[in-house]
């Protein structure tokens, strides 16, 4: 079936630092979403992403939408501890856009 | 907003057992998911609902699966009999339906089948 694909699957960072995750695929996509999933919840919602090229910040979190529509990344600036989770992207390909897919996604630990 | 309820948050039962998963999606969305999440396999889409009527069930794993929409505001997911390779966390999400609209997911529920 198609996957997405997301790297890194797992970063070890320092307090302050910046991070940057992405996530590619073969299909095109014409949403690209970017959940947080916290220890004992569901994923929740972070940023939507409905144009090529679409570059959205919400806080300290900015993605961009590829403008192959095959890609997105996401990036985390002055990393705070509770930015330890994990991260999913996630959209409905072009060819089944009635089904949202989503990445095995990036695990964030952040050391003390 | 209540958002997505799910109960039981987490369920132990040995094999052989029937097991029932309960969903109350967010008043007003329109389509409902069935995910399961495991470390091997990440989330898998098992079926959704649109209007609850079940539009896509290729993701359940086996016929020991079904699921069950039978209001807006409430569905089921049983496993019967119950193995252990089906311990995993489920989770249920509801959304307003276009393909645009984002999912909002409830806590999940840890299933442990011995």
């Known amino acids: 079936g198609q996957q997405l694909n997301q790297s890194p699957q797992s970063m070890f960072i320092q307090e302050g630092e910046d991070v940057s995750m992405n996530c590619t695929s073969s299909?095109?996509?014409?949403?690209w979403l970017w959940y947080k999933q916290d220890p004992g919840e569901g994923p929740v919602l972070l940023i939507a992403l409905y144009k090529a090229g679409e570059l959205t910040s919400n806080g300290r979190l900015t993605a961009q939408f590829g403008i192959t529509r095959k890609d997105s990344f996401l990036n985390i600036s002055a990393s705070i501890p509770s930015d330890v989770g994990i991260y999913f992207c996630?959209?409905?390909?072009?060819?089944?856009?009635?089904?949202?897919?989503f990445g095995k996604g990036t695990r964030l630990h952040i050391l003390p | 907003d209540a958002g997505v309820i799910q109960s039981p948050r987490h369920e132990v039962t040995e094999m052989g057992q029937e097991v029932t998963l309960r969903c109350k999606p967010i008043?007003?969305?329109?389509?409902l998911f069935w995910y399961r999440q495991t470390m091997m396999r990440g989330l898998e889409l098992l079926i959704y609902?649109?209007?609850?009527?079940?539009?896509?069930d290729s993701g359940m794993p086996e016929d020991r699966f079904s699921a069950k929409m039978p209001n807006a505001s409430f569905s089921t997911l049983k496993i019967q009999p119950s193995e252990p390779r089906d311990s995993a966390v489920y989770f249920c999400?509801?959304?307003?339906?276009?393909?645009?609209?984002?999912?909002?997911f409830g806590n999940g529920t840890r299933l442990t089948v011995t």
């Open positions: 008043s007003g969305h329109n389509s």
């Open positions: 999400a509801s959304s307003l339906g276009d393909y645009n609209s984002p999912l909002h």
């Open positions: 996630a959209g409905p390909p072009l060819y089944r856009d009635d089904k949202i897919i």
């Open positions: 299909s095109i996509f014409n949403t």
């Open positions: 609902f649109n209007n609850n009527v079940p539009i896509d």
